[in-house]
């Protein structure tokens, strides 16, 4: 028995070499050819032989700028299977900013529809720029017609980035990075927006930065049925993410969606802000931005952090070029830390009025907001103005913090600051 096994193990070997030799290696599948009017292609982990497809983002990219052109005549769809696929999409974007550079060639393309598996199994990777080292996952300058569908674009730095002009439509899309989305460097200077973007059920989802969750300082964004959200999680001590930045020649439009901070996990906040108009990045005058706000919610909730405050709506205080905010029928809910302010909207150019729901006692404690904005009916008062307790009467509070230095609400009723009693408060 010992003497046959170790002539097995002797022979095994011998044999396993020649068998070796004698069968050619086998080849690995390589992706079919791809027609040059091809209407529609596939970005596979794997194509094993298959046609018109493709295992690499730069091999589908490289044949759509190089060979296939798209046209509003002749559009392309790109079918995305599950997984990861690194490198990131990028659309005429060279040297990245270091426009005396171009280590890459640009690749531009029109009228592309890149449609995914859905956002939880198809991911686009990340791409990185070796000058400058920021990532992204889905980068543009001046590509027009863009779709993107049913994937995730997780980029480092930032989900989505765009520049220049262009134009875009998004359905289904989860982008995170430490800015989710961001659009600036509209060229020659003050002439409005220079993209136009539609957003639809999606969700963008800033990770690890306080620079704003969907910064818009170029384009014209119109935001649908959506989730715009700045996580607070391990973020530097004092910060005070924002869920939407508008500045510049940026225009945000949003309706039905929600704005939120999550400031879950935090303890060292120190703020939460819902949306910033006016405030830009990139060394512009201080202002520009509008934004339209309508039956959507802003959540500010930095609870954990002791201090945090809480604020719905920042405009810069000191804009030098015209700002605009309007959010009739926008709802707030502003959770501060404890000992913290809720501001639910400071500074001036803002359209919000706002009624907080009627009950015994103020909104929020430590509140403040602009003048005529905010309402609320207390409903707990006394004929004389003692809002304390001391009755039934419905007053109707109205914010004035020039006329009611004290306390800041006005009671529509008495005709005098809340809880100043008559008729000493006439006199």
């Known amino acids: 028995m010992k003497r046959s096994l170790a002539r097995f193990l002797i022979a095994a070997p011998i044999a396993l070499a020649l068998f070796s030799l004698a069968s050619p290696p086998q080849a690995l599948a390589q992706p079919g050819p791809t027609a040059p009017d091809a ?11 298959a046609a018109n497809c493709f295992e690499s983002t730069t091999a589908l990219t ?44 640009a690749k531009r393309f029109d009228y592309v529809t890149f449609r995914g598996a859905g956002p939880d199994v198809t991911r686009i990777g990340v791409h990185e720029d070796v000058w400058v080292g920021d990532t992204w996952a889905i980068g543009a300058d001046g590509c027009n017609q863009l779709n993107f569908e049913a994937l995730t674009a997780d980029g480092g730095t930032y989900g989505v980035f765009w520049q220049g002009t262009g134009s875009s439509r998004w359905l289904d899309v989860d982008a995170f990075g430490q800015v989710a989305w961001y659009d600036f460097l509209c060229p020659g200077g003050s002439q409005g927006p220079q993209q136009k973007h539609y ?22 964004n119109w935001i649908y049925g959506s989730d715009i959200v700045a996580v607070g999680a391990n973020l530097p001590a ?39 108009v006016g405030f830009p990045f990139n060394g512009q005058a201080p202002g520009g931005g509008t934004l339209h706000l309508h039956g959507s919610i802003v959540n500010v909730s930095v609870a954990g952090s002791a201090g945090a405050d809480a604020t719905g709506l920042l405009m810069h205080p000191n804009a030098s070029v015209p700002m605009m905010a309007h959010t009739a029928e926008a709802a ?39 003048d005529g904005q905010d309402t609320y009916i207390e409903t707990d008062c006394a004929s004389n103005g003692n809002c304390n307790g ?38």
């Open 39 to 49: 209407q529609t292609v596939k970005l596979l982990l794997d194509c094993n032989s």
């Open 62 to 105: 490289d044949w759509i700028s190089g060979t296939r052109h798209p046209s509003a005549a002749a559009p392309l769809l790109v079918e995305i299977g599950p997984g990861e696929f690194p490198g990131g999409l990028t659309c005429g974007l060279g040297g990245f900013m270091l426009f005396q550079f171009q280590p890459l060639p």
């Open 238 to 276: 004092g910060s005070s993410p924002a869920a939407v930045v508008v500045a510049d020649q940026g225009d945000v439009r949003v309706f039905g969606s929600t704005l939120r901070v999550d400031g879950s996990g935090a303890t060292n906040l120190g703020g939460g802000i819902g949306v910033k």
């Open 199 to 220: 957003v639809f059920s999606s969700r963008f989802e800033s990770r690890g930065g306080n620079q704003g969750a969907y910064v818009a300082e170029c384009g014209e």
């Open 332 to 370: 707030f809910n502003l959770n501060a830390g404890s000992g913290g302010d809720v501001r639910r909207v400071s500074g001036p150019d803002a359209e919000s009025p706002f009624q907080w729901p009627a009950g015994t006692d103020l909104p929020r404690p430590n509140f403040s907001s602009e």
């Open 390 to 427: 001391a009755g039934t009467e419905t007053h109707l509070m109205i914010y004035n913090e020039a006329r009611c230095a004290t306390s800041k609400w006005f009671d529509s009723t008495t005709g005098c600051c809340r809880n100043e009693l008559l008729p000493a408060c006439k006199q």
